[in-house]
C-alpha cells in the first residue's frame, strides 16, 4: 500500500513533463561536455599556446564585461512571466529591449577601455567581434520564456543546433588551416545560431497557432 502511494507522483504527468525537461537537458550537457574534449581540443592544439592564449584572452576581457549587458534579467523574467502570463509579450519584450540597452552599454564601455590597456590592434579587433555578439545575447529572453512554460526541449535543441554548426566550422577551419580571427568569427556566428533559431522557435511554438484561431492545435507536452 505504501509503496502504490510512493509511486502514484512518479506517474502524473507533471512529474513526466518535468522528467522529460532534465532528460533534454542532461543529452544536451553530454553532448557539449563530448564537443568541448574531441572539438575543443583539437582546436586549442591547431591554435598552439600563443594562438590559443589570444584567444582565450579576448573571450575572458568580454565575459568580465558581459554581466553588465545581462543586468541579471533571466531569472527576473522568468518569475514575472510565471507571476503574470498574460502579460507575456510586454515582459519579454521590455527584458529584450533592456538586454540590447545593456550590450551596447557594455560595448561602448569596453571601447572606453581598451585604450588603456596593452593589447596590440590584432586582440583589440577580437575583442570587439566577441563583444559585438553581445547584441544577439537578447534573443534569450526567449530561453526565459521557455523556462517558465518548463519546455526545455526547445531550449536544448536550439543549443544542439548551436553546438552542431560551431563544431562543424572548427573542424571546417583547422582542415583548412584558417588564421585565428575566423575562429573568433565562429564566437559571433554562435550568439547569431542560437539568437535564430530561439526566434524561430518561439515564432512556431506562439505565432503560428495564434495566426490559426480556427484550427485546433495540439499543445506540446514536452
Request: some cysteine.
Amino acid at each position: 500500500m505504501k509503496l502504490s502511494v510512493l509511486a502514484k507522483p512518479l506517474k502524473s504527468e507533471g512529474f513526466k513533463k518535468y522528467a522529460r525537461n532534465t532528460g533534454w537537458l542532461f543529452a544536451e550537457q553530454i553532448l557539449r561536455i563530448l564537443s568541448g574534449i574531441l572539438v575543443g581540443v583539437w582546436t586549442a592544439r591547431y591554435l598552439g599556446p600563443e594562438s590559443f592564449g589570444i584567444y582565450s584572452y579576448a573571450i575572458s576581457f568580454v565575459a568580465l564585461f558581459g554581466v553588465i549587458a545581462n543586468l541579471g534579467l533571466q531569472s527576473i523574467t522568468v518569475r514575472e512571466l510565471l507571476n503574470f502570463p498574460d502579460q507575456q509579450k510586454s515582459i519579454l519584450g521590455t527584458a529584450f529591449y533592456l538586454q540590447i540597452i545593456g550590450a551596447l552599454f557594455t560595448v561602448l564601455l569596453i571601447c572606453a577601455v581598451l585604450p588603456f590597456t596593452s593589447n596590440n590592434d590584432q586582440t583589440n579587433i577580437y575583442i570587439l567581434i566577441i563583444a559585438s555578439g553581445l547584441f544577439f545575447q537578447a534573443f534569450q529572453v526567449i530561453d526565459s520564456y521557455f523556462q517558465s512554460q518548463v519546455l526545455a526541449k526547445y531550449i536544448s535543441i536550439c543549443r544542439l543546433v548551436q553546438l552542431f554548426i560551431s563544431a562543424v566550422l572548427k573542424v571546417a577551419f583547422v582542415l583548412a588551416e584558417a588564421d585565428l580571427i575566423y575562429f573568433v568569427l565562429i564566437i559571433l556566428i554562435d550568439n547569431l545560431t542560437l539568437a535564430l533559431t530561439l526566434s524561430f522557435a518561439y515564432w512556431k511554438k506562439e505565432i503560428i497557432p495564434s495566426t490559426n484561431p480556427g484550427i485546433s492545435v495540439k499543445q506540446d507536452t514536452y
